[in-house]
C-alpha cells in the first residue's frame, strides 16, 4: 500500500484543499464531487427524486452527465430496476494484471508490442462500408464463448445472434476503450484494460430501455421528466427478462477482458522472447477484474435493493479495483474501505469534463502529441483528439475526493496505450 507520505506536495495540497468538506448533502444527493456543474446536479437530483430510489442517491467523484442516469452515480432502487442506468455498455469496467518484467526490460520493445496488440486485439468500432470492423474474422476457441452463445437472451434485433456473440468476444471496441502497459513504484510492468459487452450488450440494453420507456408512457398519467428513468417492476415478466439479459452481459463483458487479457500476455511474452529474454510466465500476482457499469442485488440498511452503478466500482471492504485516469495519467489498483454512505462503492475512472464536440473544438492535436510524448500509442491525434487527456478530470483532484472510500494500492504510470479509433 502507499504511505500517504510518498505522494507529491501537489496531491496532498489538492487533498487537503478539495476532500476537507466532502462529501457534500445536497438535497436527495450526497456528492463526493468537487468538480460538478449545475447540469450534473440537476440530473442527479431527478434521479434521486424517483420514488423507487433510496435516498440519498451517492455521486461519485467523477461525476458528470449521462443518458438517463448520471454518469458516477450508484443507484440503489427497492423493487425495481432503471435499464437506462445500468446503460448500454453492460458490464464495461477493468482489468489489470502485474507481469514479471520491469520497465527497463521492455522500454526498446514498446513499439513492437503495440503493433502486435493491435493484430492480435480487434478496436474500434462496425462503422458504414466496414461493417466487420473492430471485430475477429474467426471466432475464439473458448469453452466460456460456448457457454455464453447457449445462455444467450431473446432479443429481437437479426443482428443479436452467435456470429455477433463470437465476432465481437475478445475485442476492445472504440471510444475510451483501452489497453495499457504501465509502470508502479517498484518500475513493475502492469497490463490494464478497459471494455465492456460490446455489441451484444448494446442490443440488448437498447431494446430494454425502449420497452420500459414504452410500457412506463402507456402506464403513467403523468410522464416522467426524464423518460430514460423508466423502470421495470420486480415480479413482473419484464423484470425478470431483463435481469437475466442483463447477467448474461455482465459474464460476457467480464469474459470478454479475460480473453482480451491472455492475448495481450500472450504478445509481451512472445516480444520479450523474440528480444532474446527466457520467458516463463509473464503474469505475476492476482489478477484484478472489476465492472463499473452494472446492477446487482445488495443487502444495504438492513434491506434488499438492486445497486446500480453508473460508472463507479465496488469498493466493499478489501475488495480490489482499478480506477483509471486518462490515456496519458495512468491508472490506480485500489482496495475498498467499505464506506456505507456511498453504498461502498467509489468512482470508475477521472470522468469527462469535456464532451467529445467540445474537446474536438477547444483542444488541439499538436497539445495531444506533447501530452503522449514517450508513450508508445496510435500516433493518430486526429482520430484521437476527443480522447485528448485535457477533456478529463483531475485524477488526483478525483483520488483526494475519495480517500474515505477506498486505498490506493499502487499508482500506474502509462507507457504504452492502445485504443479504437
Known sequence: MIDSQDTSVNE?????????????????????????????????QRTAALSIVEKPLALMADAHVGMGATIGSVVATKDAIIPAAVGVDIGCGMIAQKTVFTRDQVDAQLPKMHAQIAKAVPAGQPRKGKRTAGSHDRAVRSKKLE?????????????????????????????NHFIELATDETDQVWIVLHSGSRGPGNLFAQEHIGRARNMMKKALDTPLEDPDLA?????????????????????????????????VLGVVGKVMEAAGMKVGFVAEGKQIQCHHNYASCESHGGQQVWVTRKGAIDASLGNWGVIPGSMATGSFIVSGL???????????????????????????????????????????????????PDAYKDISEVMANQRDLVDIEHRLETILNYKGT
Do not use: C
Open 147 to 175: 457457454q455464453l452463445i447457449r445462455d444467450a437472451p431473446d432479443v429481437r434485433s437479426e443482428k443479436f445472434n452467435a456470429k455477433k456473440i463470437s465476432g465481437q468476444f475478445g475485442t476492445l471496441g472504440g471510444g
Open 12 to 44: 496532498q495540497n489538492v487533498q487537503n484543499e478539495k476532500s476537507r468538506e466532502l462529501p457534500m448533502q445536497q438535497g436527495n444527493v450526497l456528492s463526493w464531487a468537487s468538480d460538478l456543474d449545475g447540469g450534473t446536479l440537476a440530473q442527479a
Open 338 to 388: 467499505g464506506n456505507a454512505a456511498s453504498y461502498r462503492s467509489a468512482s470508475h475512472g477521472a470522468g469527462r469534463r469535456l464532451s467529445r464536440r467540445a474537446a474536438r473544438k477547444q483542444l488541439s492535436t499538436e497539445s495531444l502529441q506533447t501530452r503522449m510524448e514517450n508513450i508508445a500509442w496510435n500516433d493518430n491525434a486526429d482520430a484521437l483528439l476527443d480522447e485528448h
Open 231 to 263: 423502470s421495470f417492476v420486480q415480479g413482473t415478466d419484464e423484470f425478470a427478462r431483463y435481469i437475466d439479459g442483463m447477467l448474461w452481459a455482465q459474464d460476457y463483458a467480464f469474459e470478454n477482458r479475460a480473453q482480451m487479457m491472455k492475448a
